[in-house]
């Protein structure tokens, strides 16, 4: 047996890996574009029954959007923004989410002026600077819903639906765990009262959850450090502190969920990443665990941000109430459930030829069968027919158009029953017409 010397690599070789994406990147190859269509055709379909319109956002948007709308002691904007300063001086971040920018597109456009709720969604990538593993990335898709000008609990209700209703049609199933943060008021006391606790307790936590408690003590509810399952269970509860008029939105938001026979369950500690949050929040957990090492990663969150238009300088009272489903999480959980769709290109029509003539004559008439609307294939790169039948047969095509040298001089065109192998020659000129009225028959034959 020969053993290979171990080669090291050549400084083009080197040169060579640094052409690769960057970490936490990807490239979405054609094999996978059947999952990505059916998830454009589900959200497409959803949205248009629910009234929403669809926002195309732009990637970058001024820093103090997102700081001023996700908080400036969250992970998101502490830690995981690209944010750069252009040629003109301007700090802009690469959008690492889409409610901020939904806000501001409505304050912008005078949307207030239509009729409320305004209802609006996306599909589009969005950009962290996580650490890299099983469903995080740095660039991620988000299907987006957000319905703002209205503080109607069947909204939060309608938006929890449509969300799990759209992993549903993908074939996931999801269990929806919800909370109530309460008024930006109630959480202020209530989150006062939860440093007390932990500082209480402080000689038990570690680093990371010392931080918390100096920052943002309302993170510390959904820690997993060790010890602070126990610590956590002993802490104020947050549904303790909430008003009548909170809590009944709550018991309605929930009443509606059973109605509708969304499954829930209550997370006292569900508190959400992004500050911007007042009542309802809710994350989608897939029944299959997707995470490494078999861990839970929402598929998807959101809840009621009834502050951040004020915020952002729209008007007083503006109630908001949005989700976001991520789309790499979603396509693993499809991957788990066996529920993938087929990516093999199907046709009805495969068009063959042979020889020089026929491929240049065939180029037009190819054209015109497209044309035509008929789902049609062909392999020109290939000069074999047996290569080219193969093909036809793997695309399940029913009918094959075979063009050579002689039907070329003849103005002529073969036609090929692919199931019986039958052929006839006909008239080149009328072939779409003969073709497109064979399909029809086949397809009128299978359903017989
Ligand atoms: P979020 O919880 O930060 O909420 O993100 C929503 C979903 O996006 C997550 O549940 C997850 O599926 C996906 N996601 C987040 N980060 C990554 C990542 N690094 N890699 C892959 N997937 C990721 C929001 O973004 C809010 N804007 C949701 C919202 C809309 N709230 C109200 N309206």
Redesign the pocket.
Known sequence: MSVKPKVEPTKSAKKLRTLETLRGFRDILPDEQAAWDKIDDVARKLTQAYGFGRIRLPALEATSVFERSIGKDTD?VEKEMFTFVDQGGVKMTLRP???ASVARAYIEHGMLNQPQPVKLWYLEP?F?H?RPQA????Q?W?L???AMGSDDSVLDAQIILMAYNFCKDLGVETIVQINSLGTAAIRKSYTSDLAKYFKGHAKKLNETDLKRLQRNPLRLLDSKEAGMEELKAGAPQLIEYLDDETKQHFMKVLEYLDEAEVPYTLNPFLV???DY?TKTVF??VSTNPIGENGSQ???????R?DGLIPLLGGREATGA??????I??ILLAMKTANAMPDSRRVADVFFCQLGEAARRKGLKIFEKLRQSDLNVAEAFAKGNLKAQLEIADKMQASIAIILGQKEVLDGTIIIRDMEAGAQEIVDVEKVVGIVAKRLQDNKKKQKE
Not at 135 to 138: E, Q, T, V
Not at 297 to 303: P, S, T, Y
């Open positions: 998101i989410e889409g409610t969005f962290r996580e469903g995080r990335y740095r991620f988000q987006g819903l957000e959400r990443g992004l949050y994350e989608l990663l929402a598929l998807g969150g959101g809840g941000y109430v949005g989700a976001a489903l991520g790499e999480r």
